[in-house]
Structures are given as C-alpha cells and as structure tokens.
C-alpha cells in the first residue's frame, strides 16, 4: 500500500508540473496577428507502473519544468537528479541521468551513466549518440570526430553532425578552437538534451515533425495540407520552430560569438561564418521536419549565420536569388541588439518566380515594400521562414537606428544532388548553364 501510495503521489506531481509547463508554454507573437497556441506535446507521466517509471515520470516532469522556465532554476535540476536517482537503475533512467550530466557539462557522470547502459545493450542508439556529445565535450576534436562516426552507423538521424558528415561541406574550424569549444560548448549541450527530453516524451518521434500541423498560421488538419501548401507557393512560415528556452541560449551563444571576435568573415555591414557548430546542429536537426514538408529526402549543404549592422550606408539584403545549392532553405531570426523589447526586420519574399537565367546571385529589378507581388515575412526570435530561394528574389530592406540583427540560415538540396563537388564547383558549373531549370524544386543532372 505505501509504494501504491507512493507512486500514486508521484502521477499526480508529474501531472500537475506538466500541467503547469504546458499553460505557461503557450506562446504568441505580440506584434503579428496571433496565430494559433503551438504547445509542446510530451508524455511527461510515466505508463509503467513500476517504481522505476514512477521515478522517470516525476524526473522528466521536473526536466520539463526547468526547460519551461526563464530564468532557469537550477533547483528543478538537482529534483529531477534526485527522482532519477530513486528506484532501480533501468536503461530509461541512466540515460536520463547521463543527458541531465551532459546539460551540466559533467563528462566523468555522462559517461559512467552511457557505460552502465552499454553494458546492458551495446547497440543502444541513443547511448552512442549520448556518448558521442560527451567525447565532444571534452574537447578533443579527432575523439570526437570518431565518436560521432561511430554512432552514425548505428543512428543515422541522431548522429549525422557536424564532425561526420557524408555530404555537405567542411565544418569550421576556428583559429582558437579551445576558446571556441568553450563558447559552443553549453549551448550545443543545451539544445541537444532539451531536444532529446522532448523526442524521449514523445516516443522517440522527431519533436519537428510532430510539431508541423501546430506551427502553421492558418488551421491545417494533415501533412497532406502542409505538402500541398508548399508546393503550391514555394514559401511557408513555421511559427515556434524554437522554444524560448532554445532562443535565449542562442542569443546568448551567437552573442559571446560576436563579442570575442572568433567568427571569420567580418565586413562593413556583415559578420558571417559558415557551418559553424551550433548553426551546422540545427541544420541537421531540421532535416526530417524540412524533408516532410518538401515531400523529398534531402541533404544538408551548409548552415550559414549572418549579422547585420545599421552603420551608415548598410544596404540591407539587396534582392537576390541563391545559389543551386541552396535548393531549400529556411531563414531563422536568432538574435538582435538591442534584444529587448522585441522587434522585427521584415524578410520580403517575391511570389512569382524569376525568368531562368542563372541561379546565381542574379535580380531582375528593384523591389520595394508594398509591390503587390511580395510576401512580407515577420519573423520574431524562433521563427523560420521555408522557401525555395533558387527561384524567388527575397530582400531586406536597410537596416535603421543602432541595431544589429543575426539570423541562421539552414540549406538543403534533394537527394539526387551531387553534393560531393566542392562548392564553388556545383556553381561553376551548373550557374552557366543555361538548361537547367531555375523556377521549380528539380535537379536535372
């Protein structure tokens, strides 16, 4: 009777935090017409009826709690380290002990955690993809290439970042790659185990995916809707693709980034780097949600992330078409000076599709706000726009007052796309090319 009293107490706990997490997980967007609440579905109270679920539930309640919260409160950790700690030590519970290490950049109690569980499955996906992180976090970068390649075998969704990739192109390496593995570093743990907390909650499925039908503007009631929407005008806007959780560690990533000067392009108006760590991580993320959406297997190129300045003379982002190797992208709003009280710096995108030309960088005439051909994309920190910018100008307008304004932009091609030529080669030869097709999504080799 006392274990059933027990358990029965711990539903109820993980109930009512969970309850608590999802009122105050709705968000809207102020200066938009509101679109519909996206709510992050979880199953935060464990099936099982065993002490060890009754601990789980209550711990990933708990995980949910300090995730959903702004500040985070550390408390919230230490009570799910010590719900986690409570009945006997399953595959499901060391696993969350050794994500809840790595979030605290404990490596020594990461990995002991991951051994525990490769002792009783040494195919354990998720504990190499765990594992992996947490090679990562000790800053090696030939053990952590390994790491990775390894579990890419076994998983290849969780596994295919930055340090393995079988198509794409070279990550960044850094001139101060140990100042850079400590700026990255928090921030990659971060996103890492709230999107696996997320994906454990809802039985392994990709948290983005689950999510497609709730980030919509208008109410849709399939995938089928979503494909169809897409394929019809080329652009969608996906609201809430990142919690606010996720936002304020990339502000506070992408921020320190900017601070000390260790990102390598640096321009008047413009600071930019491509495939850095944390920008090339998202990419990867977003691949199965962006797959679904353009109904096509797809391959990551690059990640790239841009900061724009309002110095004098800024010309925004002028009208411009991509490269062909950014068949699909989607731009994100990450980070802004001054950060608070929110604004936006519209991203205007062109209906209609270009004549075929080239697809290189190439615009037919000014736009300007207000032609009635343009889309205007009001975009607050977390979202994303999804667009085929291959064959629609999109543009900027200069940017005003002192501000500045950094966005990730995630590239992806379809899967018949020789992604193994270096860049530079893919544009050479297939920008002059005057027979391959410009204006729809189809690669013509």
Known sequence: MTRLRILFVAILLSFGTAT?????????????EAPPPRVLVSNFVASSTSECGAAT???DALMHAYFAQL?????????ADAAFGQGPASVDVLLRRALLALL???????????????ALDPLHERAHLISAYCTELGGDIAQSRAAHARTRALDIHGSDRYFSMPGGYGPFLPS????????YMPALAGLFVCTEFMEMGLGGRDRWVSSLLAMQDEPVRSLDEVVSNFATRD??????????????????YYDATLRTGILPNHEPFVTSCVNERVGYFLNQRFRPAISAIAEHPLLVTYSYFVDYNSKEGNPGLKAHTDAVDNQVTMSMSITRQPYTPAWIWPLYFQKTPKSPVTELGTWERQLRPGDPDLVEALLNTGDGLLF???????????LDGNRTYGNVLSHFVHSDYPIWLPRHVHNQRYA??????????????
Request: proline share 8%; with cysteine; hydrophobic share 35%.
């Open 71 to 79: 500040p985070t409160n550390a408390t919230l950790l230490d009570l």
């Open 235 to 252: 652009y969608m806007i996906l609201r809430g693709l990142l919690t606010p959780y996720e936002q304020s560690i990339l502000h506070t």
């Open 176 to 183: 101060d790659w140990q100042l850079y593995h400590r700026l």
């Open 432 to 445: 002059n090319d005057k027979d391959l097709p410009t204006r729809g999504h189809e690669f013509i080799r």
């Open 57 to 59: 539930g209550r711990g």
């Open 20 to 32: 608590v997490f999802l009122m105050q997980h709705r968000w809207s967007l102020p200066p938009l």
């Open 104 to 118: 605290r950049l404990d490596r020594k109690r990461c990995s002991d955690n991951v051994a525990q569980v490769l």
């Open 388 to 398: 085929r910018g291959r064959a629609h100008p999109h543009f900027r307008e200069p």
